[in-house]
C-alpha cells in the first residue's frame, strides 16, 4: 500500500501551448497516509514517444524538491519550475505520438515508489539548426543504389573466393555466383536499363530544409537516346511516418502516409531522340506541415520523389529526403514577444504609453504564460485613462482581487480594440454607477494591480476622483 499520494498542478491550462526552450511552472502536493521516510521527491520535465513503435524518450530538466520524512495526515505542496525541451514539439498523429510531461516520484527506501504525471502541449520555438534531427539531407536513391553495388562486389568476391580457397567443390561456386547475379539483376534493372533510352538524368532541388509554407524548387532534364513513348512524368511530395516496434526476429516497421500530393510534369507523350527536356518544378509546404522527425525507431519524414513511367520497361525514379523544420521566425517570434515589456517600461518612464498600447501589447502574448508574467510585472501599479465594455457587475471582488476596496464590487468587462478581457475593482460607493451603466461602455482612469489566471483577465483598481481632479 502506498504511504503517501501524489498529485501535480501546473500553473497554466492544459490547453495553453507552451514554447519549447521555455520554463513551466507548477506544484507537486503530497498526500501523507503513513509515516514515510522520503530519500528524495523528484520532479523532471521530460519527453516520450507513444503509438505503434517502440518508446523513444528524453528528459530536459530534473530537480529534488525535498528529502527528509514526512508523518501520517499531512499535506504538503512544493512549486517547482522546470526547462522545457527544445525539441521534439508535440505532436499527434496515426502510429506516432509525442507528448510531454511533468514526472514526480518520490523515493522510498524498501518500498514501491510513488509516481504522479501530467502531460502539457509544446510548440516549436527554435530554428532549424536547434532541432534535433541530421543537417544534411539522405538521397534515397544514393542509398539503395550503395547498398545493391556493395552486395555485387561482395558476390563477386565470394564468388572469387571460392576459387582461390575453396576446395574446387561447384557447389560453393554456383552458389556464391548466384548470389552476386542477383545482386547484379537488382542493380540493372534499377538503375542501368532506364538510362539506356533516357540518357543521363539529372533531378536537384534547390534547397532540402524547408518550413511550413516555404516552396520547394527542382529541375529535371535528360536527352532521350532514341525516341520513346512515355506515360508521363511526375513529382510526389509526401509526408510518412515510419515506426518500429518490437527487435530481432520480432521487428517490425509501420508505416503510414499523412500526406501526398502529386504534380504532372509531362503526360503520355512520345519523346524525341537526341531532344534536350529541362522541366522545372515547384510546390509548397502547407503552413500547417507537420514537421520531420527523426528519433529512435520513430520518424517522420518528407519525400520529393520524380518518376518517368516508360511502358514495357523499367521505370526511372529518384527519391529525395526533405527536411521540413522550424524557421528562424519560430525563435524570432519567441524573443519579439518579450520586446513589449522593455518598449512598455520605456514608455512608461516618459509617460507616453496609452491603454490601447497596453492593450495589443497583452493581447499578443496572451497564450504565452512566461511572456505574459512578464509584461504584466512591468505595468503593474500603471494608471491610464481609459473605456471599457460593461459585461456584469459581481457582488465581491473574490479572492483573486488582492489590494481592492474594501466591501467593493468587482466588475468584468472588455477593452475595445482588441477584446482584452478586464476586471475592474470599484468601492461600494460606485456599484450603483455601474448598475445604471448596465452593458454601456464606461470611461475613467484605472491602475493596473495585476492578472486574474482564473479567469485570465487583466485586474485594474478604478480610483475615485475628487471633485478638485476636474475629470
Not at 146 to 162: D, K, S
Amino acid at each position: 500500500m502506498a504511504k503517501c499520494d501524489l498529485s501535480i498542478n501546473l500553473d497554466d491550462k492544459a490547453d495553453v501551448l507552451h514554447d519549447g526552450g521555455s520554463t513551466i511552472r507548477g506544484t507537486v502536493r503530497v498526500d501523507v497516509d503513513n509515516d514515510v521516510k522520503c530519500n528524495g521527491l523528484i520532479v523532471e520535465s521530460a519527453w516520450r514517444t507513444h503509438g505503434r513503435g517502440n518508446i523513444a524518450k528524453g528528459s530536459t530538466d530534473k530537480v529534488t524538491l525535498f528529502t527528509g520524512h514526512w508523518t501520517a495526515g499531512q499535506h504538503v505542496e512544493y512549486p517547482f519550475e522546470l526547462k522545457i525541451a527544445d525539441w521534439p514539439p508535440t505532436y499527434h498523429g496515426h502510429y506516432l505520438n509525442i507528448d510531454h510531461y511533468i514526472d514526480a516520484r518520490v523515493d522510498i527506501p524498501w518500498s514501491f515508489d510513488p509516481k504522479a504525471s501530467v502531460p502539457f502541449l509544446v510548440r516549436a520555438a527554435c530554428d532549424n539548426t536547434q532541432a534535433v534531427v541530421p543537417r544534411t539531407t539522405k538521397q534515397i536513391n544514393g542509398i539503395a543504389g550503395g547498398c545493391i553495388a556493395a552486395l555485387v562486389i561482395a558476390g563477386f568476391a565470394m564468388f572469387v573466393a571460392a576459387f582461390v580457397i575453396g576446395d574446387g567443390g561447384i557447389i560453393p561456386i554456383i552458389f556464391l555466383g548466384a548470389f552476386g547475379l542477383i545482386g547484379a539483376s537488382v542493380f540493372l534493372v534499377k538503375s542501368v536499363l532506364p538510362k539506356w533510352v533516357l540518357g543521363q538524368v539529372a533531378c536537384d532541388l534547390g534547397m532540402t530544409t524547408v518550413s511550413p509554407g516555404q516552396t520547394i524548387k527542382g529541375q529535371l532534364s535528360f536527352s532521350p537516346r532514341k525516341n520513346l513513348q512515355i506515360n508521363g512524368i511526375t513529382m510526389k511530395v509526401s509526408a510518412n511516418e515510419q515506426c518500429i516496434s518490437g527487435s530481432g526476429s520480432n521487428k517490425k516497421t509501420h508505416h503510414h502516409r499523412l500526406f501526398q500530393s502529386t504534380e504532372t510534369l509531362e503526360g503520355a507523350t512520345t519523346l524525341s531522340a537526341n531532344r534536350p527536356l529541362h522541366y522545372d518544378f515547384s510546390y509548397q509546404i502547407p503552413n500547417d506541415a507537420p514537421f520531420s522527425v527523426e528519433l529512435r525507431d520513430n520518424k517522420l519524414h518528407w519525400i520529393v520523389e520524380v518518376s518517368i513511367d516508360i511502358p514495357r520497361w523499367p521505370d526511372w525514379r529518384k527519391k529525395i529526403k526533405l527536411q521540413v523544420l522550424p524557421d528562424e521566425s519560430a525563435s524570432d517570434r519567441v524573443r519579439s514577444q518579450t520586446e513589449p515589456t522593455t518598449e512598455i517600461s520605456a514608455a512608461a518612464e516618459s509617460e507616453t504609453i496609452t491603454f490601447a498600447e497596453t492593450a495589443r501589447h497583452l493581447w499578443a502574448v496572451r497564450d504565452h504564460p512566461v511572456k505574459r508574467s512578464a509584461l504584466i510585472d512591468a505595468i503593474v501599479g500603471l494608471s491610464f485613462d481609459m473605456s471599457a465594455h460593461i459585461e456584469r457587475r459581481l457582488l465581491y471582488g473574490g479572492r483573486d482581487a488582492p489590494n481592492v476596496y474594501r466591501d467593493g464590487h468587482a466588475v468584468w468587462a472588455h477593452s475595445d480594440d482588441p477584446e482584452l478581457p478586464l476586471v475592474l475593482y470599484i468601492p461600494k460607493d460606485l456599484g450603483d454607477e455601474f448598475e445604471q451603466l448596465g452593458r454601456g461602455l464606461w470611461h475613467g482612469r484605472a491602475t493596473v494591480i495585476g492578472w486574474d489566471d482564473r479567469n485570465e483577465r487583466l485586474q485594474l483598481k478604478v480610483e475615485v476622483l475628487k471633485p478638485s481632479d476636474g475629470r
